[in-house]
Nanobody, 115 residues
């Protein structure tokens, strides 16, 4: 069993910053990929950033240069630093962990960016 709990969402003005956290617990394997996804109303869930257990990262062009993903393997915690936020970043942000046992999701945290 794997549990993922997101925190740090909220309301912020355009141009502002937020830092999301994802605490993982349970059977966490040493080799995995963690990531942040988001889903805006009426849209499909999309990848925001991912990070492998070795530290390599991946970002779509829409957030590159504004968002930074990181992780603390000792604490089984992942972070997403979001800067220069835009109204189009408004969505529910989900934590994801992929490992050999399967694909695991948190319940999400809402980020609202006002113009």
């Amino acid at each position: 069993q794997v549990q993922l709990v997101e925190s740090g969402g909220g309301l912020v003005q355009a141009g502002g910053s937020l830092r999301l956290s994802c605490a993982a617990s349970g059977s966490i394997f040493s080799i995995n990929v963690m990531g942040w996804y988001r889903q805006a109303p009426g849209k499909q869930r999309e990848l925001v950033a991912s990070i492998r257990s070795g530290g390599s990262t991946n970002y779509p062009d829409s957030v590159k240069g504004r968002f930074t993903i990181s992780r603390d393997n000792a604490k089984n915690t992942m972070y997403l630093q979001m800067n220069s936020l835009k109204p189009e970043d408004t969505a529910v942000y989900y934590c994801n962990l992929k490992q050999s046992s399967g694909n695991h999701w948190g319940k999400g945290t809402l980020v609202t960016v006002s113009s």
